[in-house]
């Protein structure tokens, strides 16, 4: 069952999305309440899911995985064992980011990060390729990130609830 997120609530995950390092006191005076009824809501929150985790955002260039790609993935076989076994392959695939499967002309999307054009090459050819139901990739890559986003627009998505 969802909980209905109030206006405090939606402060607070704010306020974490922003800077996940605050302390709960700071959280607290930030929304305007104590630290212990704070903390009763970010357990809740925590324990119905909105809150799935807590990160650091790195810099790919300074770890040298600033080459960015995206690759479009067809299966030939769309079967729920099928998409389980290709799902699972994908998990094992650290340089894929992201894998995202869509409506549409193709099956999959994928988020993928190396270190530059020839480490992408080897990958899509050594390991995207050998993915379990593969049938045809396309790849895009990004000249230039104008804007990459980890947040979720708090105040927009619920503003019309209470």
Known sequence: MTRTLDR???????????????????VA???GLSKTPCLDRVRRLAETGYITGYTAVLDPDRLGVG??????????????????????????IPEIQGCY???????????????DV????????????????????????????????LTVPIEDVFTDRP
């Open 8 to 26: 405090i609530d939606r402060r607070i995950l704010a306020e974490l999305q922003a800077d996940a390092r605050l302390t709960l006191v700071d």
């Open 29 to 31: 005076r930030r929304v």
């Open 67 to 92: 080459h960015l790609a995206f690759v479009q993935v067809t299966l030939g076989a769309t079967t729920s064992e099928a998409l389980a076994t290709f799902n699972r392959a994908v998990t094992a």
């Open 101 to 115: 499967m869509i409506a549409g002309g193709f099956d999959y999307l994928l988020k993928v990060r190396t270190a």
């Open 118 to 149: 020839r480490a992408f090459r080897v990958l899509l050819g050594d390991r995207i390729a050998t993915l379990p139901h593969l049938v045809q990739t396309s790849s895009f890559v990004v000249m230039e990130t104008v804007k990459d986003s």
